[in-house]
T-cell receptor, first 113, second 112 residues
């Protein structure tokens, strides 16, 4: 089946630093999603990308849908302590996978004040 | 806003017990999902339901069953709980047309 490689697995950064994480796939997707999971909570959608090459921002977050449709990245600028959590990428193949997603293993972000 | 509600945030059960985890969504979504989350292993799909009474095995269905008698409710059943089923369980829902999945807050299940 499809697999997503998400990297890095974990990051330890200082408050104010920028963060970058990415996902790559062996096959194409036509939707890329980025979720954040706060400690003890369920994942919450941050950004959805529906078109190859699309660059979308949500506050300090920016995500891009790779041109090849096999990758996506998420950037967080000027990190703050509440950015702590696990970030998941997910790919969907609309119309063929009936709404199922393939998830990366997550990037755990720690921000030191 | 879509709301996916899982009946318990924390649950402690004993080995061999039959355990029910309940999930309810309020957006009339056709699809509902059960995942298991363990450190370093990401989200692993246990079962998926695409309509009432319809289900499909995910990647790790062994030791689990599911029930979907009503559209809004999807239950995960551990027939005979074992210690290796101690985990965080997440429920999600969406429509079949590519909408992102919406997650509940999770149930942290401990089997003693």
């Amino acid at each position: 089946g499809q697999q997503l490689n998400q990297s890095p697995q974990s990051m330890f950064i200082q408050e104010g630093e920028d963060v970058s994480m990415n996902c790559t796939s062996s096959s194409i997707f036509n939707t890329w999603l980025w979720y954040k999971q706060d400690p003890g909570e369920g994942p919450v959608l941050l950004i959805a990308l529906y078109k190859a090459g699309e660059l979308t921002s949500n506050g300090r977050l920016t995500a891009q849908f790779g041109i090849t449709r096999k990758d996506s990245f998420l950037n967080i600028s000027a990190s703050i302590p509440s950015d702590v959590g696990i970030y998941f990428c997910a790919g969907q193949l609309v119309y063929t996978n009936a709404g199922k997603s393939t998830f990366g293993d997550g990037t755990t972000l720690t921000v030191k004040p | 806003d879509v709301k996916v509600t899982q009946s318990s945030r924390y649950l402690v059960k004993r080995t061999g017990e039959k355990v029910f985890l309940e999930c309810v969504q309020d957006m009339d979504h056709e699809n509902m999902f059960w995942y298991r989350q363990d450190p370093g292993l990401g989200l692993r799909l246990i079962y998926f339901s695409y309509d009432v009474k319809m289900k499909e095995k995910g990647d790790i269905p062994e030791g689990y069953s599911v029930s979907r008698e009503k559209k809004e409710r999807f239950s995960l059943i551990l027939e005979s709980a074992s210690t290796n089923q101690t985990s965080m369980y997440l429920c999600a829902s969406n429509t079949p047309g590519g909408e992102p999945q919406h997650f509940g807050d999770g149930t942290r299940l401990s089997i003693l």
